[in-house]
């Protein structure tokens, strides 16, 4: 049960943390942080690289124009970046437990449940926009009801960045009301599948 919770837990985490990552971080430099050259290329390599290859209505999926564009992040952001969220539920959860007075344990099973939930995330955030872009990737998915919602919605972040900055569970976009409808006339680019050459 208490894997359950974390694991729950985990995948509301992964979507607040989406949102903040997306907002703060690749749409826009942190003040404290514009001096720093990694953060700042976090943010060129998303809202200018990215969404300059990848234009709505134009060249939203990928063709000879923005092949050579890279839509993963660098293995070494994915160690960081889970180490540290594993890190963050680890203390978080010493601290509760501590609070409560509840037993101490070397491997919380609540921390467990949420770094897996974490973890699946991410896989799902990075398999699940490679294939909004490049749709020969996972064509039969691209044609679940699922995969066009999601993709509708990403659709319209590529339409206007400020909204939807979640790809994969969209609920800090709705509690933090940054979630827009596609407009319906523009559904046909969002669920075009373009033949790759």
């Known amino acids: 049960v208490t894997i359950l919770i974390g694991f729950v837990f985990g995948l509301v985490f992964g979507s607040f943390f989406e949102h903040f990552i997306h907002k703060n971080f690749l749409h826009h430099t942190p003040r404290l942080l514009d001096q720093s ?23 939203y999926t990928q063709d000879k ?14 160690i960081f970046l889970l180490t540290g ?10 601290l509760i437990r501590h609070l409560f007075n509840l037993q101490f344990a070397y491997l919380p099973p609540e ?20 294939i909004m872009h490049v749709p020969h990737k996972g064509r039969w998915l691209r044609n679940t009801f699922f995969m066009r919602y999601l993709n509708r919605h990403h659709y319209q972040h590529h339409l206007i960045p400020s909204t939807n900055l979640n790809i994969i569970i969209p609920l800090a976009d709705y509690l933090l009301g940054t979630k827009r409808s596609l407009p319906k006339e523009k559904y046909v680019y969002a669920d075009a599948i373009e033949e790759q050459e």
């Open 37 to 59: 050259k990694y953060i700042k290329s976090m943010c060129l390599g998303h809202s200018v690289s990215h969404h300059g290859n990848y234009i709505p209505d134009k060249h």
């Open 111 to 130: 921390v467990i449940g949420a770094t897996i939930a974490v973890i699946i995330y991410y896989i799902a955030y990075e398999s699940l926009h490679v």
């Open 85 to 94: 969220i594993a890190g963050l539920f680890y203390i978080t959860s010493s």
């Open 65 to 78: 124009t923005n092949k050579e564009e890279v839509l993963t992040f660098t293995k070494y952001d994915v």
